[in-house]
């Protein structure tokens, strides 16, 4: 099985998780609160085949230059 990205087993059970090979976001980034004027840091994570791009968002929009996974 190739396309497996984990496994897990228990006494009666063996699990695999396949991927197509789209990413998968394994970590959603977690909102806060912040003050105008202080920076705040979101985090994902993602897991696929390589290479990937990340591209970060606000109201629909692209923020330039936020293509990272924090």
């Excluded at 998968?24 to 994570?45: C, E, F, K, N, S």
């Excluded at 085949?49 to 692209?62: E, H, K, R, V, Y």
């Amino acid at each position: 099985m190739s396309n497996a990205v984990a496994v897990a087993s228990g006494k009666y059970h063996v699990l695999a998780l396949i991927s197509d090979g789209r990413p998968i976001i394994t970590r959603q980034p977690v909102g806060g609160t912040t003050w105008t004027g202080r920076d705040y840091t979101l985090r994902a994570m993602v897991t696929g085949t390589a290479p990937l791009n990340c591209q970060w968002q606000f109201n629909s929009m692209d923020i330039s230059g936020a293509t990272n996974t924090r």
